[in-house]
Antibody, heavy 118, light 107 residues
Framework: QVQLVQSGAEVKKPGASVKVSCKAS????????MHWVRQAPGQGLEWMGV????????RFAQKFQGRVTMTRDTSASTVYMEVSSLRSEDTAVYYC???????????WGQGTLVTVSP | DIQMTQSPSSLSASVGDRITITCRAS??????LAWFQQQPGKAPKSLIY???NLQSGVSSKFSGSGSGTDFTLTINSLQPEDFATYYC?????????FGGGTKVEIK
């Protein structure tokens, strides 16, 4: 069965960077795009961007361009999402989400809480 | 960007009730509309794709309908585990966008 397992919670200071991992299993890693969605405390869902694990191409929401990087390691079936220049507003749960064959988001990771605090 | 507007933002219902949540897109999205359920403290769960198709393993008590810009999610015979927040999302074009959510609470 499809599983997405994310790295553990992080606490970072403003201005620092954080890198979250998402290890996939149960399917052909390079055949399905992977998205990242975040959720600030008590707020809704916000799409950040997507990576094609096959070729490595990426696309980002405009507000994250230049500050977010997405990469993959095909040998480890893992995608990574890094946010730089962290600020308090980046405190959120970050989810990796697989895009299914019908282009919808079908499987979600368990989420990674990133807390930005002085 | 395509704006997704859900209504109501919250509702109270009783166990056994049938409820309907509405989602409106700011422009046509070719039925590329999904619904998600999020229970408190948990990751969202995918319920419906392409406006009316159930994801694998999802109960048939959930149903979706609509086309163009107006869509609905209906939940029959509400059970305690159905009290959660529901989100719609369009995947017709980037950036992907979500509705603001509908919180379903126990009356």
């Amino acid at each position: 069965q499809v599983q997405l397992v994310q790295s553990g919670a992080e606490v970072k200071k403003p201005g620092a960077s954080v890198k979250v991992s998402c290890k996939a299993s149960g399917y052909i890693f390079t055949s399905y795009f992977m998205h990242w969605v975040r959720q600030a405390p008590g707020q809704g869902l916000e799409w950040m961007g997507v990576i094609n694990p096959g070729g490595g191409s990426t696309r980002f929401a405009q507000k994250f361009q230049g500050r977010v990087t997405m990469t993959r390691d095909t040998s480890a079936s893992t995608v990574y999402m890094e946010v730089s220049s962290l600020r308090s507003e980046d405190t959120a749960v970050y989810y990796c989400v697989r895009e299914g064959g019908d282009s919808s988001l079908d499987h979600w990771g368990q989420g990674t809480l990133v807390t930005v605090s002085p | 960007d395509i704006q997704m507007t859900q209504s109501p933002s919250s509702l109270s219902a009783s166990v056994g009730d049938r409820i309907t949540i509405t989602c409106r897109a700011s422009q046509g999205i070719n039925n590329y509309l999904a619904w998600f359920q999020q229970q408190p403290g948990k990751a969202p769960k995918s319920l419906i794709y392409a406006a009316s198709n159930l994801q694998s393993g999802v109960s048939s008590k959930f149903s979706g309908s609509g086309s163009g810009t107006d869509f609905t999610l209906t939940i029959n015979s509400l059970q305690p585990e159905d009290f959660a927040t529901y989100y719609c999302q369009q995947y017709n074009s980037y950036p992907l966008t979500f509705g603001g959510g509908t919180k379903v609470e126990i009356k």
